[in-house]
């Protein structure tokens, strides 16, 4: 694991599913900047993370990011700030902000609730280099 992790960007997201892996696996491929980090919502790490901020410990249906000792965001919030993050052609997503956030997780849910109809159940497996941005522990 990178040992510099705490002045990463680290996405949570359900390790189980298969259309979180395809998000994990686009960021993957377009985080030039090497700013992110992955742990899965069921790893310990992810568990510490939710049991830390009071959050629920068996129900994975949201993504996090989350910058050590500065900020946690989720759902629609976190997607559009990795996009910014991601910078580029994705900062245009910030004119996603003008949704209301609750209509904007309203989506997000509708998304999640049917996420396991969604994914296409292809195994992902990242190269050595991507492999380095996963939090076990």
Known sequence: MEEN????NIVFFDGDCGVC???VQWILERDKKDQFLFASLQSEFGQKFLSERGLDTK?????YLWKPEQYY???SSAVLEIANLLGGVYKLSAIGKIIPKFLSDKLYDTVSANRMKLANQKCYLPT??????FIQV
């Open 5 to 8: 992790w705490q002045h990463k």
């Open 21 to 23: 892996n395809f998000w």
């Open 59 to 63: 129900v994975f249906n949201t993504m």
């Open 73 to 75: 965001l989720e759902k």
């Open 128 to 133: 050595p280099h991507q492999r380095k941005k």
